[in-house]
């Protein structure tokens, strides 16, 4: 990819990273490729936490638009309502890795396709809100991909310190963060600052995976 106008190189980016974070963290991480499946308020989150890391390729998975009652918790602005989640989101990204390889779905991920969109991942990010979505998820990497990491969420709703949220291993290849009882359905609603700490305990493990610290 040739460089942009008016920013910095590739190589300056990586150089940056590699200061910051290791040459050997940056190289494990430039290799591997994370699938983010529902871009609202975790997934887009996790997606921009990733990116920044150095995720070298991300997967990006909605099948909804940008509505103004996202605003408030998820990544996206004001001017971006009414369009696709994963264009728009496609855009906030590159603004901010653009050397980054993105691949994006603008398609509800189904029993159908499941296989074919997660095919190239090395861990799946879980972040849905729907609770019939994330059970079809789950049990779809976990019965039929048994070489991919999983880490999903449950919990992140209302005012309850933060704290309380933290992430688990439930098996070698399946990982929960949050606080495991909140439900927005219970009308306790979303605020973003607990939404972004599920959202980056996520992006941790999924990282941590990554590097083979779990």
Known sequence: MEPFAGIP???EMLAALEKRQGVDVVRKLQAATVAVCGLGGLGSNIAIS???AGVGKLILVDFDRVDVTNLHRQQYKACQVGLPKPE??????KEIAPYTEYETHFEKVAEEN???????ADVVCEAFDNAEAKAMLVNA???TMPEKYLVAASGMAGFD???????RKVTKRFFVCGDGKSDVNDGIGLIAPRVMLCAAHQAL???????GLE
Do not use: F, M
């Open 205 to 211: 493990t999924a990282i941590r995976l990554v590097l």
């Open 88 to 93: 728009a989101l496609l855009s906030n990204l």
């Open 9 to 11: 190189s590739r190589e």
């Open 161 to 167: 310190s933060g704290n309380s949220i933290t992430a």
């Open 50 to 52: 990733l990116a920044r």
């Open 141 to 143: 990497v976990l019965e």
């Open 114 to 120: 499941v296989s074919a969109l997660l095919a190239k």
